[in-house]
């Protein structure tokens, strides 16, 4: 069994931050990455950022480059999303989703439940 789960979501205004995080629990050989999606109202699911496990390398989406940072703690097996100069257009359900192989070899992808991003307008 593994878990993945999204907090730190919440209600701001434009302009403010929020950080949030992801952690993987359960029975986790290795990690390969992990990355945030997010879902607006009657909107499909984007590409938010990503981040290598091993590397630290991070990709972003062209909306949230150079506002939002993705950050890693390893031995949490946590990711973090510093979400900077928040718009309204930001306000969504953000999604994490974790690369791993488990105990047994095999490689899965994992979904959270997603946390609440709202920024007022």
């Known amino acids: 069994q593994v878990n993945v789960v999204e907090s730190g979501g919440g209600s701001v205004q434009p302009g403010e931050s929020l950080t949030l995080s992801c952690a993987a629990s359960?029975?986790?050989?290795?990690?390969?990455?992990m990355g945030w999606y997010r879902q607006a109202p009657g909107k499909e699911r984007e590409f938010v950022a990503s981040?290598?496990?091993?590397?630290?390398?991070?990709n972003y989406a062209d909306s949230v480059r150079g506002r939002f940072t993705m950050s890693r703690d390893n031995a949490k097996k946590t990711a973090f999303l510093r979400m900077d100069r928040l718009k309204p257009e930001d306000t969504a359900v953000y999604y994490c989703?974790?690369?791993?192989?488990?105990?047994?070899?095999?490689?899965?992808?994992?979904g959270g439940q997603g946390t609440q991003v709202t920024v007022f307008s």
């Open positions: 359960g029975r986790i050989l290795s990690m390969n990455n």
């Open positions: 989703t974790a690369d791993i192989v488990v105990r047994g070899g095999s490689r899965r992808t994992v």
């Open positions: 981040i290598s496990w091993s590397a630290g390398t991070t």
